[in-house]
Nanobody, 120 residues
């Protein structure tokens, strides 16, 4: 089992920045690729960014590319999402998730989410 707890959400004006953190506990954090997802009201959950277990590879949704940066610190069992140049359409609940090492693209463990609200 992996337990994930997100933090760092809040209210920010358009153009501002936030850094989300996801602290992991349980089984070996460094074994897992990690992802960030978001869900806006009335919309389906969507992929935002992902990072390999080593941190050597990162992936982004087109909508956040160039504005968001995912990173991880395996010594601290934490993954981050730096969000810059925020837009009102980035408003959503943001979730971190751990990918199943045996099934790429399948995320087995999820945090409870943190709200990000961007005002115009």
């Amino acid at each position: 089992q992996v337990q994930l707890v997100e933090s760092g959400g809040g209210l920010v004006q358009a153009g501002g920045s936030l850094r989300l953190s996801c602290a992991a506990s349980g089984r070996t954090f460094s074994s897992y690729a990690m992802g960030w997802f978001r869900q806006a009201p009335g919309k389906e959950r969507e992929f935002v960014a992902a990072i390999s277990w080593s941190g050597g590879s990162t992936y982004y949704a087109d909508s956040v590319k160039g504005r968001f940066t995912i990173s991880r610190d395996n010594a601290k069992n934490t993954v981050y999402l730096q969000m810059n140049s925020l837009k009102p359409e980035d408003t959503a609940v943001y979730y971190c998730a751990a990918e199943n090492p045996a099934a790429m693209g399948e995320y087995d463990y999820w945090g409870q989410g943190t709200q990000v609200t961007v005002s115009s």
